[in-house]
């Protein structure tokens, strides 16, 4: 019998919920309460629906995809969840009818700390995508204790790092599962012994640590699926040791404990030290080997033919780090159900897919080899195997042996997992039109050669109705007044939206509420930090992870240009601006904190100078997360996309942008250049290199002396840069332009320079005129639904994974 969800339904489950969990009333439970027993409540309308779809799964016999990712940036989840679900005007009512919001109740709930940047979003984003599409589907990752870090930045402008304590409050959406508990094991050694002609392998000596799954439901849009995420806690296997404790030996005691749960302590460990490594691989492979371990045996429950597996598994490989499941899933095919090497590479490369998020050589994850060989013994014995049979089938085809070592898995003392995956898998993807071609075309090239047919590409998108329609109600409602609808489940239907381009009164509307959402993103930023912008200027926002290629230095140079001008003429015409900016560095990439601490440095400089101040104004956002953007995305009028050409594989965030109204200032690089393409090369400014101008002149040499020397203006920023800011000279930042070894300037700011001043002043020109900013921010929304993820998750079921909706 069907369950109607209804006003007195949830608030019965609330009461009930109340009573469990904290013995009190809804008359008299405070606020936080309140928020745990409803999160409560709609986890369990979630996990009824989950096990209504797995019941039609499995009478379907229907193929499923395991997505594999390190990091998954949820944000929060109570808002999205009744969204979702239908459920939000039913809930609301119920809480107003407590004397509560919505958003009083949302401010209890921290951002989940299972990601960092916009590898993690998209893996949230696609779970989102696949439930909305009713596919069969589930997620693996950490059950990080502290996420990546709480970023502070001190009063010198210095990130420093702090525990992101997220689980006290964040728990309630996590559902323990004891009945799926896996041992997942680590050093020892292995011996081989040959029995009848057969290789058999005894591994002895291990260490075991307990995976422990937590599921987060993530509900479908107007959908009867329901997706889980499966988080892995690691803990200790062993009994606790009374005797040491008892004779005081309390270190003794603790430590098998401690090692067992540094695993899943923190996302991303540094790895500068042979312990931070340890520690990282430790990560990856508890997260694959117990992922494996689970889909394995789900599927052997529901089969009990392991030879079937391709049928009904896809398993898909995010990035590098989940890429020790192929060695893993191998592991248990040769070892637990005795299959044959052959056999067992046959199933893993029919079922195992590859998306690549990166060129940058240092992102392509390389390991010693002998921490493998140390750590996992027998994931080694099963690399060298995979190696061994790669190099002499790549002979067969004609490759050199030259060119071998650049492809093999094992070269140089080191293993490279980006090479495993490509041979491994059997369709290997880019995340953009661009970067799709650029990898066929570079790093794996020495493949396509060989077998172009794996290669293909699915441009990413982005939970559409999670950044428009629940994080920009006003523009949501102006969409459904005009266009209805159906552009919900159907974003490519937004393109209806552009017959209102010459209309006044939605032009109007829109200028309207841009206004409104910036409003109240000058509130939520004085309360969260105490900051204050005016909403009367207009706000150019770059937010995304601080790293180098991304360019935020770009950015601030030209800030530091546009301070220039006005220290030398106060009175020029200048349109008020406030430049945002929000991203953390990782702990140990000091380059990427000298430039958080150069914006942190300009924007006190400015502080001080009012008459500056009320035309250029310069914020750092701390802690930049999901809810901050949220919040953001909706106000941003200009949407910073300055990575050079060719490094930035697709980015999401300039895609959030798009469908808020947001015009892009941005290089022809990632998902940038279809984005250029979709609006006819109008309503964006495009500047900069082209990835093949970038590409020749690295090859013939770039030499940053050459645009200092012969561009005044480059010359005026590196001696403002000289002088410095708050009392803090950044001297260091021109030497880094100028003199760093082995590459001054590598990421070419000053060759982008001139033409990034150009384009920021033709889009200054555009909006001095509202009326044609305003067209053009309505054709920005209206051209932006071919970025949903919906339409990628179809690609890569139809192209990839071969799975069908349900």
């Not at 069907?2 to 606020?31: C, G, P, Q």
Request: charged share 25%; aromatic share 12%; glycine share 4%.
């Amino acid at each position: 019998m069907e369950v109607v969800y209804d006003s007195a339904k949830i608030r019965e489950m609330l009461e009930e919920n109340l009573t469990k969990m904290f013995e009190t009333s809804i008359s008299e439970a405070k606020s936080e309460q309140i928020y745990k027993a409803l999160a409560a409540s709609i986890n369990e309308i979630m996990r009824r629906k989950r096990r209504e779809f797995n019941t039609r799964v499995k009478t379907k016999k229907a193929k499923r995809v395991y997505y594999l990712s390190m990091e998954f940036l949820m944000g929060k989840s109570l808002r999205n969840n009744i969204s979702n679900l239908g459920l939000f005007d039913t809930v609301e009512k119920v809480v107003e009818d407590i004397g509560f919001t919505i958003e009083d109740l949302c401010d209890h709930e921290p951002d989940a700390g299972l990601g960092n940047g916009g590898l993690g979003r998209l893996g949230a984003c696609f779970l989102d995508a696949l439930s909305s599409q009713q596919y069969p589907a589930t997620g693996f990752s950490l059950r990080y204790e502290y996420g990546f870090f709480k970023q502070k930045i001190d009063h010198n402008g210095w990130q420093t790092e702090a525990p992101d304590v997220w689980l006290p409050e964040g728990d309630v959406w996590l559902t323990i599962r004891t009945d799926k508990v896996f041992n997942v094991k680590f050093d020892g050694e292995v011996v081989e012994r040959n029995i009848n002609g057969k290789t058999y392998y005894d591994y002895k000596n291990y260490n075991e640590v307990e995976a422990i799954p937590y599921d987060m439901m993530v509900p479908g849009a107007e959908s009867d699926a329901v997706s889980a995420l499966r988080l892995w806690r690691s803990r200790n296997v062993h009994t606790f040791d009374i005797n040491s404790f008892s004779q005081g030996d309390y270190i003794k005691a603790m430590r098998e404990y401690n090692d067992a749960e540094l695993i899943t302590k923190v996302l991303y460990p540094a790895n500068e030290h042979y312990e931070g490594k340890v520690l990282r691989l430790k990560q990856q492979y508890f997260l694959v080997s117990a992922s494996i371990q689970s889909i394995i045996t789900d599927h052997f429950k529901n089969y009990g033919d392991i030879r079937s597996l391709p049928k009904h598994v896809a398993i898909h490989i995010n990035d590098t780090h989940p890429a020790l499941c192929i060695p893993e899933l191998m592991r248990i095919l040769i070892d637990n159900f005795q299959l044959s090497w052959d056999e067992s590479w046959e199933i893993v490369t029919k079922t195992v897919a590859y998306t690549n998020h990166t060129i940058m050589a240092e992102a392509l994850e390389k390991w010693e080899e002998f921490i493998i060989r140390e750590k996992l013994p027998r994931i080694y014995v099963i690399l060298k195997q995979i190696d061994r049979k790669f190099r002499d089938e790549a002979r067969c085809l004609g490759v050199k042996n030259g060119d071998l070592d650049h492809l093999a898995v094992f070269s140089h003392d080191k293993v490279h997992m980006a090479n495993l995956c490509v041979i491994a898998s059997h369709k290997v993807n880019g995340v953009s039109a661009l970067h799709s071609n650029i990898i066929k075309d570079s790093i794996f090239n020495g493949y396509y050669k060989v077998t172009p047919e794996k290669f293909t590409n699915v441009t990413n998108g982005i939970a559409y109705r999670r950044w428009l329609c629940q994080s920009n109600p006003l523009l949501n409602q102006l969409l459904e007044e005009k266009i209805g609808h159906s552009f919900y489940k159907d974003a490519v239907k937004l393109e209806d939206f552009s017959k209102f381009v010459d209309d006044e009164e939605v032009l109007n509307r829109l200028e309207e509420i841009k206004y409104k959402n910036k409003c109240d993103f000058a509130k939520y930023l004085y309360k969260k930090e105490g900051i204050v912008i005016d909403p009367k200027t207009r706000f150019d926002v770059q937010v995304k992870r601080l790293h180098e290629y991304k360019r935020q230095l770009l950015n601030v140079l030209k800030i530091v240009f546009l301070l220039t001008q006005l220290e030398e003429n106060y009175n020029a015409d200048f349109t008020p601006q406030t430049f945002i900016f929000g991203a953390k560095a990782a702990p140990s990439y000091l380059a990427a904190k000298q430039v958080i601490q150069l914006i942190y440095c300009l924007s006190k400089e400015i502080e001080k100078r009012p008459e500056i101040r009320e035309k250029l104004n310069v914020v750092f956002t701390e802690n930049y997360c999901v809810t901050t953007a949220e919040k953001l995305m909706p106000a941003s009028e200009v949407s910073e996309q300055i990575s050079l050409a060719g490094k930035e594989a697709s980015g999401t965030g300039n895609m959030k942008f798009m469908i808020n109204g947001a015009l892009t200032l941005g290089t022809l690089d990632g998902a940038n250049v279809e984005m250029c393409e979709n609006l006819n090369g109008e309503n964006i400014f495009i500047f900069g290199l082209k990835s093949e101008d970038v590409k020749k002149i690295y090859e013939k040499g770039y030499n940053p002396y050459d645009y200092f020397n012969n561009n005044e203006n480059i010359r005026k920023v590196l001696n403002r840069l000289n002088q410095g800011f708050n009392g803090q000279s950044f001297a260091h930042i021109t030497d880094y332009l100028l003199n760093h070894y082995p590459q001054a300037d590598p990421y070419m700011c000053l060759a982008d320079f001139d033409s990034y001043l150009e384009a920021h002043y033709k889009m200054d020109e555009l909006y001095k005129d509202k009326i044609k900013w305003n067209k053009a921010s309505l054709m920005n929304i209206s051209r932006a639904g071919i970025f949903s993820a919906d339409r990628s998750i179809d690609e890569y079921a139809e192209n990839i994974w071969n799975i069908k909706r349900i």
